[in-house]
């Protein structure tokens, strides 16, 4: 099955700073991939995806680029915000439907 | 607003009673939803896929007798922890994906449960 391998955290960071969090999976086919993010007590909200090579998924100021090559999917944003201290998850989907996730990553961005 | 909604959101319980979590997708039907486990700072853990009108489907290492699920409708989908014990506390989520299994790309997740055994 699939695989998902996430940079380890915890990740703190200052308001404005540049996040990069890796992500890369592995597959035996092409999957789709995904981004969760998890605030503070409540379950996960979908925050960008991309379900083929080079493809760019983006959402709230977050991106992240599809890599074959490098079977990679790294989330980047340029300048974060308090509101962005969550729990990132990376995730892939196959054919069979089941989401397979990476072990989470906690980011906090202190004013 | 959200697509699936599951309740409670929290729950202590004694030990050895059964606590049944609910998973309602709102303004779609879900012929499968799935049920994950997240232990504290691990990732989210699929437990089992449940399937309407069917038995469950269990990931290996999942006792299906302590884990009951019911999907009897295609909007409804339970989790039944029965005998509980301190160690099943944990954090429980459902997800249904919206356009039937084989179809869309989106999974959609409830707000989750946390389960606490006293």
């Known amino acids: 099955g699939d695989s998902v391998t996430q940079m380890e955290g915890p990740v703190t960071l200052s308001e404005e700073a540049f996040l990069t969090i890796n992500c890369t999976y592995t597959a035996t086919g092409y999957p789709s991939l995904f981004w969760y993010v998890q605030y503070p007590g409540e379950g996960l909200q979908l925050l960008l995806k991309a379900t083929k090579a080079d493809d760019k998924g983006s959402n709230k100021g977050f991106e992240a680029t599809y890599r074959k090559e490098t079977t990679s999917f790294h989330l980047e944003k340029g300048s974060v915000q308090v509101s962005d201290s969550a729990v990132y998850f990376c995730?892939?989907?196959?054919?069979?439907?089941?989401?397979?996730f990476g072990a989470g990553t906690t980011v906090t961005v202190r004013a | 607003g959200a697509v699936v909604s599951q309740h409670p959101s929290r729950v202590i319980c004694k030990s050895g009673t059964s606590v049944k979590i609910e998973c309602r997708s709102l303004?779609?039907?879900?012929?499968?939803m799935f049920w994950y486990r997240q232990f504290p700072k691990q990732s989210l853990m699929l437990m089992a896929t449940s399937n309407e009108g069917s038995k469950a489907t269990y990931e290996q290492g999942v006792e299906k007798d302590k884990f009951l699920i019911n999907h009897a409708s295609l909007t409804l989908s339970t989790l039944t922890v029965t005998s509980a014990h301190p160690e099943d506390s944990s954090f429980y989520i459902c997800?249904?994906?919206?356009?039937?299994?084989?179809?869309?790309?989106?999974?959609?997740f409830g707000q989750g449960t946390r389960l606490t055994v006293v």
């Open positions: 303004d779609f039907q879900a012929t499968t």
């Open positions: 995730a892939a989907r196959s054919n069979d439907y089941k989401l397979s």
């Open positions: 997800s249904a994906p919206r356009g039937g299994a084989f179809k869309g790309p989106e999974a959609f």
